[in-house]
């Protein structure tokens, strides 16, 4: 069994900072890509960011240049600092990885969080 769990959400003002975590754990033989997702209720669930096992990145035009991506494939471990946050960035924010479990080797499964909460407010 594999599981993705979130941190770091929480309500912060605009122009504020947040780091999110994600950490990936259980029966783990390799990890592809991950990235994270975001969604509001009544909307379609869209792409923040992007990052393959190499470190390659890809960000959605809103956060370039204001959100980095990172992982820590020593802990399974996705992150995605973000820095002058706007109103607009208020979302469920949810982590994803492309996984291999260890007892199913083969083609690579996609797994998500359970979503963490962000909300930028005065």
């Known amino acids: 069994q594999v599981q993705l769990v979130e941190s770091g959400g929480g309500l912060v003002q605009p122009g504020g900072s947040l780091t999110l975590s994600c950490a990936a754990s259980?029966?783990?033989?390799?990890?592809?890509?991950m990235g994270w997702f975001r969604q509001a209720p009544g909307k379609q669930r869209e792409l923040v960011a992007t990052?393959?096992?190499?470190?390659?990145?890809n960000y959605a035009d809103s956060v370039k240049g204001r959100f980095t991506i990172s992982r820590d494939n020593a802990k399974n471990t996705v992150y995605l600092q973000m820095n002058n946050l706007k109103p607009e960035d208020t979302d469920v924010y949810y982590c994803?990885?492309?996984?291999?479990?260890?007892?199913?080797?083969?083609?690579?499964?996609?797994?998500w969080g359970q979503g963490t909460q962000v909300t930028v407010s005065s």
């Open positions: 259980g029966n783990i033989f390799s990890i592809y890509d």
């Open positions: 990052i393959t096992r190499g470190d390659s990145t």
């Open positions: 994803y990885a492309e996984i291999v479990d260890k007892f199913r080797l083969g083609s690579p499964v996609e797994y």
